[in-house]
């Protein structure tokens, strides 16, 4: 059994009593940084973009919330996203790298609700699934109070000291890695921001609420950080990159804010083995669209092949075919949210963090042949 504890050491703003402990533990908890009154412009605009990706997919709100748990690029659209990651995170960011600036790699709320939004993100580290060269770190920001009981994050204090390990498929079931080492909760209250070396082992457990818990999450690098596909040749960020190996990242992309110094860090202390061949969560949206073509004989994105309910019950018809045992509403429910699921993706690079859409759906087809297995 893990011995936990839980976190009571808080500091009010970065100062040189909170930047020692940062440099000590891998993360700090600064209390009450963004108003009341911020958080509730910052969750407005969450919801209003929550309500726009759902009515550009065609699916029905109350179902899209149950999937999707993860949005990317707010500080983009979003103006209340674009300040706060101006002023304070970047400041804060920038003071962890004991620079005077920072790098902006990209921000994304992670939000554990009801149904298939909640649920375990088992121990990893953050920088392991960039394509860059170096570590950096996050500012984790709550809207709400997140207690032990809602999935607040969970640490290994000092493992920010630790080699880089090769990125965790939160799809494996090899998920009980250091079960055995004392780790600290860290509960919050609603405004505070927790920093967070990049290379801290960290984990965070399902919510009891049945109230959502959001958290805006800011992934920072020091200015000199500079592109290395091989890290990370499957991740999203590929697509965004427009420089070659070695070279600075682009900055229409990935914006530094303060001083531009290229000069500080290793292009080697974020070398890790990577992922040689993608399998798991790091392909499982490519794997499930290939099986469905196979079923279907018909090619395209999951948003235009599923988004019918027409060509989700002849899917599912499909399925029975295979396999007449399978249960037909179970089948139409694990083949609606997996339309949300890929859609989200393919149009906003949105997606469920627990994978939960691609598990059920490869735990429903597992034993259904297609057409060119049999």
């Not at 921000?107 to 699934?129: F, R, V």
């Not at 990370?232 to 070695?246: D, G, R, T």
Request: hydrophobic share 35%; glycine share 4%; charged share 20%.
């Amino acid at each position: 059994m893990t011995t936990k504890t839980i976190n009571a050491i808080q500091y009010p703003r970065l100062n040189d009593e909170a930047l020692s402990f940062y440099r000590k533990k891998g993360w700090v908890i600064l209390t009450e940084i963004i108003k009341k009154e911020q958080l509730a412009q910052l969750s407005n605009q969450w919801q209003s973009l929550i309500q726009r990706h759902a009515k550009e997919i065609g699916c029905d709100l109350t179902d899209y919330t149950k999937v999707i748990s993860q949005w990317r690029d707010l500080w983009k659209t979003l103006p209340e996203f674009n300040q706060i990651i101006k002023t304070p995170l970047s400041q804060l960011a920038a003071t962890s790298f004991e620079l005077s600036g920072a790098r902006l790699l990209h921000d994304h709320i992670i939000c554990k609700t009801a149904g298939a939004g909640n649920g375990i993100i088992p121990w990893h580290q953050d920088s392991m699934y960039w394509p860059v060269d170096r570590t950096g770190m996050s500012t984790w920001m709550s809207y709400i109070d997140v207690p032990v009981e809602s999935g607040c994050l969970e640490v290994v204090s000092g493992s920010h000291l630790w080699e880089a390990s090769a990125p965790v498929d939160f799809m494996s079931e090899k998920q009980a890695l250091y079960e055995e080492t004392p780790s600290v909760l860290l509960p919050v209250k609603a405004g505070s921001i927790i920093l967070l070396h990049s290379r801290t082992w960290h984990r965070s457990q399902k919510t009891n609420s049945t109230q959502p818990r959001p958290a805006h999450i800011v992934l920072w690098v020091p200015p000199a950080t500079r592109y290395w596909k091989e890290n990370a040749s499957w991740h999203p960020l590929n697509e965004q990159i427009s420089v070659n190996k070695n070279q600075l990242l682009n900055e229409n992309e990935f914006p530094i804010f303060g001083n531009k110094n290229h000069t500080t860090g290793s292009s080697f202390e974020n070398k890790h083995q990577g992922v040689p061949k993608p399998s798991g969560m790091f392909n499982a949206l490519d794997r499930a669209k290939q099986h469905i073509w196979k079923i279907l004989n018909k090619q395209g994105q999951i948003k235009d092949l599923l988004k019918s309910a027409h060509s989700r019950a002849t899917l599912s018809k499909k399925l029975m075919q295979s396999n007449p045992s399978l249960n037909p509403k179970k089948a139409q429910k694990i083949i609606l949210n997996l339309w949300i699921s890929g859609a989200s993706f393919e149009l906003h690079k949105a997606r469920n963090v627990f994978n939960s859409a691609y598990q059920e759906w490869e735990t429903l087809t597992k034993k259904t042949p297609t057409k060119k297995d049999s």
